[in-house]
Nanobody, 125 residues
Framework: QLQLVESGGGLVQAGGSLRLSCIIS????????IGWFHQAPGKEREWVSC????????YYQDSVKGRFTFSRDNAKNTVYLQMKNLKPDDTGVYYC??????????????????WGQGTQVTVSS
């Protein structure tokens, strides 16, 4: 059974850094897209970054370009989201998700098939 488990969230001051991890288990192949999403308090879940399983390309939302870095360690079945220069607007729950259907990099959460439970990030000003 495919399972995603996020970790690495916490409380940090503005300008600080965190590295989120997402361990993926229950699947031997890597033919899927992986996305990171952010849900701020009282707001809808929004796309942050993703890795396309089809093309191997990584994409970022404009607001995080230059601050966030998506990476993958296949040996550990883990993907990471390195977050630097964090801002109070980055506060919220961060989720990783997998797109098995298209194995691409969709921006819309409804196009993902499996989700982790999320990890809380709080950035104080």
């Amino acid at each position: 059974q495919l399972q995603l488990v996020e970790s690495g969230g916490g409380l940090v001051q503005a300008g600080g850094s965190l590295r989120l991890s997402c361990i993926i288990s229950g699947r031997t192949s890597d033919d899927y897209g992986i996305g990171w999403f952010h849900q701020a308090p009282g707001k809808e879940r929004e796309w942050v970054s993703c890795l396309s399983g089809k093309h191997g390309s990584i994409y970022y939302q404009d607001s995080v370009k230059g601050r966030f870095t998506f990476s993958r360690d296949n040996a550990k079945n883990t993907v990471y989201l390195q977050m630097k220069n964090l801002k109070p607007d980055d506060t919220g729950v961060y989720y990783c998700a997998i797109d098995l259907t298209e194995a691409d990099c969709p921006r819309y959460p409804e196009l993902y098939d499996h989700w982790g439970q999320g990890t809380q990030v709080t950035v104080s000003s």
